[in-house]
Structure formats: C-alpha cells, structure tokens
C-alpha cells in the first residue's frame, strides 16, 4: 500500500532553489537531483517508517522523520506520516 505524496509550498520551492543552485556550475547534475529527489519521496510513500525519527520541541511536529535524497546525502527530506498522506514539509542542505 502507498501512501499519497504532498509537498508543501515552502519544500517545493527549497527544491527548486536547490537545484538551480546546482544548476549553476552543473545543469546536469541539477536534472540528476530533481530526478533523485523525488524518486526517494516517491520511495517513502511505499516505505513510510524508512530513515529516522528527527527530534524536535514543537509538539505539533512529533513524529517527524528524516531521509536523505539518494545520491545527495548532505540533502534532506523531512517528513511527517498522516493516515494516508506523507507530507514532506522540509527540504534542506
């Protein structure tokens, strides 16, 4: 079963300005990481518990986890699981 796959408007948008940073120097590379990027959101939707539980004070965010983009390590999706939804909120370097 998979789960449905949201991005907020603020993770779509740090996405985005990753990659046209990579861009930058790597125009290949960027379409390789927006590729990568959401194959690995893709991947949580059918392995929703993959990575790990990120600690935080809000409460409102208990539960939240962690994963990075395959290939990119050092680039983040952090993820809250719903009932049917995981609802990536974050994405960072």
């Known amino acids: 079963m998979s789960l449905r796959l949201y991005i907020t408007p603020r993770a779509d ?23 990568l990027a959401v194959a690995s959101m893709n991947f949580l939707t059918r392995t929703p518990k993959a990575g790990s539980q990120y600690k935080v004070a809000n409460p409102r965010l208990a539960g939240l986890r962690k994963w990075s983009v395959n290939g990119f390590r050092k680039f983040l999706i952090f993820y809250l699981l719903e009932e049917d939804v995981a609802n990536v909120i974050l994405r960072c370097a």
């Open 13 to 35: 948008l740090d996405l985005v300005e990753i990659a046209e940073y990579i861009a930058m120097d790597r125009p290949v590379t960027a379409a390789r990481f927006l590729q």
